[in-house]
């Protein structure tokens, strides 16, 4: 019988290569690394592993074994969670990983929220940004997503169909100019006056969807600058060295000193949701998490 431990352990070898970094990754030692492997290859019948030296690589039939094993963990987080919550054992743990903006403007009321109703669910945040986020999902490492995407080129409708989509809001992006820029203080600025502008680009998504925008009011920008740091591109426009369009979450989260934020057209959005699989929509702890997420959204 494979058991959900074994695999956990082949993931983390799959993922680092070699034992003695599964063994880091995963908080035990190298020889425990091994002892599970060894008994998992018992269990399969069939050896999962070639050792070459140092290397290490993963035979055909470990190959099938850790594509199959996020869905089979998923699985069992899910029967796990929901079986402690209704016998009244624990509330539940929850992680979640969240872009940079949303999670210093919608995840703080939503995880305060949740401590103050169900107290023992244990909620974990770290950050990245989709696409990887949403990779994170589905390979089991964490239970919630908040991502974004696009319309248009840059967003696709059915890239997400595999899971359960939680609109949250609609984010519009703001124009960011230097105070004392010509087009400070304007109630809308249009694209194309931005077209002779330096520009500073935010995360890669982002970049790419500000070169889609700016060739559809017919020009490329010319960007000097690009840093997923939403402060650097404020403090990079309030000395001057160029513009940036941000979402309105993203001003939000910052002390916009020495900027001045202008609405551009046409209007420019992205949608803001939450993310899971559909096992664990079903784990009232996540589910709680997500209704929190909307309260948040709403307010």
Known sequence: MIEARHLRVLRAVAGTGSFSAAARELGCTQPAVSQQ??????????????????????????????????????????????????????????????????????????????????????????EAEPPRSVEMLREGDCDLALAFRYGGPAGSAGEWEDLVVRPLLTDRLVGLVPDGHRLA????????????????????????????????????????FATDDYPAVVGLVAAGLGVAVLPELAVESVRAKGVSAVAVEPAVEREVVALTLPDLARVPAVAATLAELERAAAR
Do not use: N, Y
Request: proline share 5%; glycine share 10%.
């Open 37 to 126: 492997m060894k008994a998992l290859e018992q269990s399969a019948g069939t050896p999962l592993l070639i050792r070459t030296g140092r290397e290490m690589r993963l035979t055909q039939a470990g190959e099938a074994l850790v594509r199959h094993a996020a869905g089979i963990l998923a699985g069992l987080t899910a029967a796990e969670e929901e079986v402690a919550a209704i016998a009244g054992l624990r509330a539940g743990r929850v992680r979640l990983v969240s872009f940079p903006s949303g999670s210093s403007t919608l995840v703080p009321a939503a995880l305060a929220a949740m401590r103050a109703e169900h107290p023992g669910t244990r909620i974990s945040l770290v």
């Open 185 to 224: 203080g304007a109630e809308r600025v249009g694209m194309a006056e931005l077209a002779d502008e330096p520009w500073i680009a935010g995360c890669p998504r982002c970049r790419r969807h500000l070169v889609e925008v700016c060739e559809g009011a017919g020009f490329t920008p010319r960007i000097d």
